[in-house]
């Protein structure tokens, strides 16, 4: 397993990093920890969860996912780079959400009780709340971080100027400065490149990328006409959600156009797909999950692959219009 710094700071993350968001709904606790142990078997020493997962639940499965991760952390904490976030609704009360100083300061003290740990390594917005004034939220940041709840903080799934304002904030005021950013990023979503990425570079920002196999479109392994039970297209209230990111003609017939390139090279499009992320100079990381521990074999082996020039300009090539977004296709 590679490694590398997260953004401008001296803590070093796996390439890889195992998400854990279908804990608790679309994989039992069992099936959660046998993947875990799968993935520290390969080398992951990286753990990205968050207080509202498991994915494709609601608030009242909120937290669950946290305390099998706890349960399985239990005696080796230190072994390992824990990372959770906040905004997402965890309650029935109006406050039970978002990104204010109260729900802040009460949801980290509650994820690190679920977690079993007196701090995590990197606590992250898991989307931006523009309810909230920003000072408001980065002040509550910088509380946790004073505290010694948190080690570092990041954002996920904000646009470019929200986070470059964000940033901006942080140094006027000489509060805790956001290291990290986690956006989604794969051969069928690529507007990420066009300014969030060029942002992070310029700022030195680690970056955590999520859903690199398109929720598993990129495996290669759907049929349009075949809506399988039991995995991300089917999986709770995040269903709809998967659907209409991946689930169209146009997106079947690019990956079937990448599975002829990628025929030749030895290498699963599984593979490929999750190596051509990591091959983007701006990624310090890639968040992978799975289903069942087997799964996890092809995904982490492109942690040790480099693709050759003529393969990464030709996938680039099939995929340049998922830079544009929808309405410039």
């Known amino acids: 397993m590679q490694y590398a710094k997260l953004g401008s700071t001296g803590l070093s993350v796996s390439r890889l990093c195992l998400g854990t968001m279908t804990f608790g709904l679309q994989v039992d606790e069992g099936t959660s920890r046998a993947i875990l142990d799968a993935g520290a078997a390969q080398g992951i020493t990286f753990i990205d969860t968050a207080d509202s997962y498991p994915l494709g639940g609601d608030w009242h499965t909120a937290g669950c996912t946290e305390e099998i991760v706890g349960r399985w952390l ?11 976030k906040a905004v997402n609704r965890t309650g029935l009360h109006e406050w039970d959400v978002g990104a204010s100083r109260k729900h802040l300061l009460d949801a980290i003290d509650a994820s690190l009780r679920r977690l079993g740990t007196d701090y995590v390594d990197l606590y992250q917005l898991h989307k931006d709340d523009p309810g909230t004034p920003l000072d408001e939220t980065l002040e509550a940041l910088d509380r946790i971080v004073q ?5 570092y903080i990041g954002v996920s799934n904000f646009l470019a100027y929200r986070l470059a304002r964000a940033l901006g904030r942080c140094d006027t005021r000489g509060l805790t400065r956001i290291v990290c950013v986690q956006p989604r990023y794969n ?14 570079t310029e700022e030195k920002l680690g970056v955590i990328t999520y859903n690199p196999l398109a929720g598993g479109l990129l495996t290669g392994k759907h049929q349009q006409d075949v809506l399988a039970l039991g995995g991300r297209f089917t999986l709770g209230t995040a269903a709809a959600m998967y659907q209409k990111r991946y689930w169209h003609k146009h997106e079947f017939a690019t990956v079937e156009r990448l599975r002829s390139a990628v025929d030749g090279s030895g290498l699963p499009l599984t593979t490929t797909a999750v190596a051509w992320v990591l091959a983007n100079p701006a990624v310090t990381s890639a968040i992978i999950g799975a289903s069942r521990p087997e799964q996890l074999k092809d995904v982490i082996a492109a942690a040790d692959v480099t693709l050759t020039g003529a393969l990464k300009a030709q996938l680039d090539q099939i995929t340049h219009e998922y830079r544009m977004g929808d309405a410039l296709r």
């Open 147 to 151: 505290s010694g709840k948190a080690r």
């Open 187 to 200: 051969l069928l979503f690529r507007q990420t490149e066009r300014e969030l990425l060029p942002l992070a």
């Open 74 to 84: 239990k005696g080796r904490r230190g072994d390992f780079i824990l990372a959770t």
